[in-house]
């Protein structure tokens, strides 16, 4: 029982993360009806800005001392006399870091959000009005772009970024079992689900919420009742584009950084679909799912099953539900 | 003068010889092809993109010191993405467009395997690459595939015994889910038995991206007091020995060619500090900084200087470089021997050419003189990074398996 709680909990935390990603293309969906492919790309771009606000600036000449590292007297004092794994020297190497942890963290966001802005305005909004599928299909073409450009800024070298919160271990023991946590992985899985709850409370009681549901129900309509369709779709690659900054922050500090975490984006599609591809609720419910069975199947049957099983589950909830979970049914009548 | 028997066979002789020399130099094409794939996208782009430069060195090198049979080579390189199909479609393409394709370097095991087949009568050429599989040392059935230092079933063979003359008693391995990942996996399982190890558990995550709590939760509920690791090249490994850190998990980590970058290992330390410390592994060359590093280090690195000036290949060549260069010196220095004995520069020829480098002395990459044998060269040593000097420095001498 011990065992198959840890498992659990570990399936939570990766289904959180992959809850964060998915909601960018709920958003885009829900406003624009395109299916974004190049959304794991805009993740990737947003862990790449991360990279360059949180570690490449301060250690330019012109970056202050105190943003590559900050160390004040009482925190070297309190450091010197730490075992160097212990609990409370994770929390101090973590708050050394804290001011280009955030820097890199504004950085991401504002940079993605306007790389997102950038690709509504230029290459979708002149589609508006055009077959929705000349639209997925830009977003296929995006990749290609996304990932030449990330390569030819980046390069393709693998790098490592500061952790978002400090990864203290947490240990304890239920049901027989020893049950072991990171405590950064916690606090993503927290950021990740309170950024999901607020973009889900967003949409359901905010003006612009409103306006992203009208114009998901139906976009003529929408125009004719004043609501501003252009704004809404820049609004949600906007969302896509900082949600997607923050997971591939998340993302970055878990695995590293390299373009291959464009290929993330693909997985979470699948978890989308099996979801709905309009449903916050069904998203999460399959984000949550395919987490844990991911980390149940690991354990029982090794990782060679591990990324097959959960995708046989996404398969058949799509062969019963084709709109997936909680999706709307799309009823066309000839 | 009369014109005697003597006297007309000598004049056919001459005229026959004047007649074909044309067509004798015509047989001697104006370049020789050393065509290549590599992971310039993908999960391994990283090793790709840096070995890429090290086959135009090459390539300047070798012409420089006049080509094969004074012919001069062209190395020509094209992306793969890791994908191995991908791969066989560029040899493919490679045989159909370069008539004077001498030799190719492949860029995973994947690909080995899946061409080995292929390379039969007018589709063979002699083969190495990136790979250290293990099925690759068969000269009876892959008689045209290489391996330029010791099999991952040797490198693991060198680090259970090592385990095993440390006291060791249990072991995991942890492995990416890939055929470069899962070769040696079975072979260990069976030498560790031999040896009274335990093998506690055994992992296989994915390439990138893995499920780094899930792992190490199983690593720890194992209580493995070592733990090799195989298959990865950037990611993974670093995440995995960090996160065991983190929990205080005494567990011992070690690991094989591809895991063992200086450049990574560095990268890995200035972010995450001195998780790396002690991590220790099989390498069959000696690092670029060795400060005894041979002539042909030397000769790479008085290039580089000025070739790649303001970029990391400057003053550094990762070992993911180095195993290229060896590779692909090993298939020269095959072919050489073909060409010096006015010999077609066939496959076979080349291959039989192959079994001819005995106490070879390569020049630095090794610190001893290297044999091929059954296709590969079971020489290397293991190392050991330290956190403090950020090196990896040896621990044992050389050795032959």
Not at chain 1, 41 to 62: E, N, S
Not at chain 1, 262 to 284: E, K, N, R, T
Not at chain 2, 92 to 102: D, H, S, V, Y
Not at chain 2, 288 to 309: C, L, M, N, S
Request: charged share 15%.
């Amino acid at each position: 029982m011990g065992q198959f709680l840890q498992f659990t909990i570990n399936g939570l935390m990766s289904g959180a993360i992959y809850a964060l990603i998915a909601v960018g293309l709920v958003s885009v969906f829900k406003a624009t009806r395109v299916v974004n492919f190049a959304h794991g790309y805009l993740i990737m771009f947003g862990a790449y800005f991360y990279f360059t606000f949180a570690v490449l600036v301060p250690q330019m000449p012109f970056a202050p001392e105190w943003l590559q590292s900050w160390r004040p007297e009482w925190m070297l004092a309190m450091r010197a006399d730490l075992p160097m794994f212990s609990p409370m020297a994770a929390v101090l190497d973590w708050m050394a870091n804290l001011p280009r942890i955030l820097l890199g963290l504004a950085g991401a966001l504002v940079c993605n959000a306007l790389l997102g802005l950038l690709i509504e305005r230029a290459l979708m909004r002149p589609l508006m009005g055009q077959s929705v599928f000349a639209m997925i299909m830009l977003t296929v073409g995006l990749i290609s772009i996304l990932s030449g450009a990330a390569q030819l800024i980046w390069t393709s070298d693998a790098e490592f970024v500061p952790a978002l919160a400090p990864n203290t271990p947490i240990r304890f023991e239920m049901f027989g079992a020893n049950i072991f946590l990171f405590g950064a992985d916690l606090a993503n899985m927290a950021i990740a689900l309170l950024i999901f709850l607020g973009i889900v409370a967003m949409v359901r009681y905010t003006k612009s919420g409103v306006a992203i549901r009208a114009t998901a129900e139906d976009q003529s309509t929408a125009y004719s009742m004043g609501i501003s369709v252009p704004t809404v779709f820049s609004r949600a690659w906007v969302l896509a584009s900082t949600t997607g900054a923050i997971a591939g922050a998340i993302l970055a500090t878990r695995n590293g950084i390299s373009p291959a975490l464009g290929l993330f984006g693909f997985s979470v599609l699948a978890i989308v679909l099996m979801g709905g591809l309009d449903s916050y609720l069904g998203v999460f419910i399959a984000a949550m799912a395919v987490g844990v069975l991911e980390a149940l199947t690991q354990w029982k049957l090794g990782g060679e099953w591990a990324g097959i099983v959960p995708y046989v589950a996404v398969l058949i909830v799509i062969l019963i539900r084709p709109h997936g979970l909680l999706g709307s049914k799309e009823i066309e009548r000839i | 003068m009369r014109l005697n028997r003597r006297h007309f066979l000598a004049g056919s002789a001459a005229a026959t010889a004047t007649l074909g020399a044309p067509a004798l130099l015509r047989a001697q094409p104006s370049e020789y092809v050393i065509a290549s794939s590599l992971p310039l996208t993908g999960p391994f782009a990283t090793a790709g993109q840096m070995v890429a430069p090290a086959l135009r060195m090459f390539e300047a090198l070798v012409n420089e010191d006049g080509g094969i049979g004074g012919v001069p080579i062209r190395v020509t390189a094209e992306d793969s993405g890791y994908v191995p199909a991908n791969a066989l479609a560029n040899y493919q393409r490679a045989l159909a467009t370069e008539p004077n394709l001498i030799m190719y370097f492949g860029d995973s095991t994947g690909f080995m395997k899946l061409v080995a087949p292929e390379l039969r009568g007018e589709n063979a050429r002699l083969m190495g690459s990136t790979s250290f599989a293990s099925e690759l040392s068969d000269p009876a059935n892959n008689p045209y595939q290489y391996l330029p230092g010791p099999s991952y079933e040797d490198q693991f063979d060198i680090l259970l015994q090592q385990i095993a003359d440390e006291g060791g008693s249990t072991v995991a391995f942890i492995f990416s889910n890939t055929e470069f990942g899962r070769d040696p996996i079975a072979h260990g399982r069976a030498r560790a038995e031999e040896l009274g190890l335990r093998v506690v558990l055994e992992e296989a995550t994915r390439e990138q991206g893995a499920d780094i709590p899930t792992h190490v939760t199983q690593l720890a509920q194992s209580g493995a007091e070592f733990c090799i690791l195989q298959g990865y090249v950037t990611g993974v490994w670093p995440q995995l020995i960090g996160g065991a850190r983190q929990f205080g998990l005494p567990t011992r980590f070690m690991g094989t060619f591809w895991g063992m970058e200086n450049a990574i290992a560095d990268r890995v330390t200035a972010e995450a500090g001195p998780i790396l410390d002690g991590y220790a592994g099989v390498m069959p060359y000696k690092y670029f900084y060795d400060p005894e590093r041979g002539p042909v280090y030397e000769r790479y690195a008085t290039f580089q200087k000025t070739a790649f000036a303001g970029t990391p290949l400057e003053n550094y060549m990762p070992t993911w470089g180095l195993q290229a260069l060896l590779s692909l010196t090993i298939g020269v220095e095959a072919l050489r021997k073909v060409a010096d004995k006015g010999l077609e520069l066939s496959a076979d020829n080349a291959a039989e050419a192959l079994s001819e480098l005995r106490d070879w002395d390569t020049g630095g990459f090794f610190g001893v003189p290297v044999t091929m044998e059954a296709n590969k060269i079971g020489t290397g040593r293991v190392y050991q990074y330290s956190a403090e000097t950020r090196l990896f420095t040896p621990t044992s001498d050389w050795f032959t398996v």
